[in-house]
């Protein structure tokens, strides 16, 4: 049974770092095949795709936000970190982590976490 | 601007069937990458629905279907239910961006 959960601060200040953490169970991030993905939902809006990091430390990001996105893993933890740099009220958002399948045709998140709410706010 | 562009609402009828559509472009859809469908019920998280344009995962009930065709895809839901409202969201690859997209989601209602 894969689940997966968001960690971090709900809070944070305009220009600040966020980190957030994703924990997960029932698969190993060093199965070859296997990805954890970042994505994030403003209030009220659409799903927003951020960053991916693959069993083979494979990493992709979104392109207009990748000078700000660092994702890193942590295998003997099960742990995905997600870092997004200088921080501004509109990053205000739910953000997800999710299990990544890939299939030929391109893949698809199959088990998503419960999201973490984070406000940015001074 | 979501690269997949779908209708922000559609609405039916108990038992009536409904179909909510996602355009993308050459590079994307066009362009061979699958269409993924998501469901979100207000205050939870997405749960996927068809993956691989037209499959269904473990659960999800055959009333759920999915088609593509050149540079779109469509979500059909049969014998509409009222527990079926919720906001949906197609997901594919576009090769030009190198990324992950998205569409804008369609809020349905069962009226």
Redesign the interface.
Known sequence: QITLKESGPTLVKPTQTLTLTCTFSGFSLSTSGVGVGWIRQPPGKALEWLALIYWDEDKRYSPSLKSRLTITKDTSKNQVVLTMTNMDPVDTATYYCAHRRDIVGGGYFDHWGQGTLVTVSS | Q?VLTQPPSVSGAPGQRVTISCTGSSSNIGA???V?W?QQFPG?????LI???SNR?SGVPDRFSGSKSGTSASLAITGLQAEDEADY?C???DSS?????????TKLTVL
């Open positions: 979501s061979g990458y699958d993924h998501y939870t998280a997405p749960k996927l993956y691989g344009n995962p969201y997901q594919s690859y961006l190198s990324a992950v997209v998205f569409g804008g989601g």
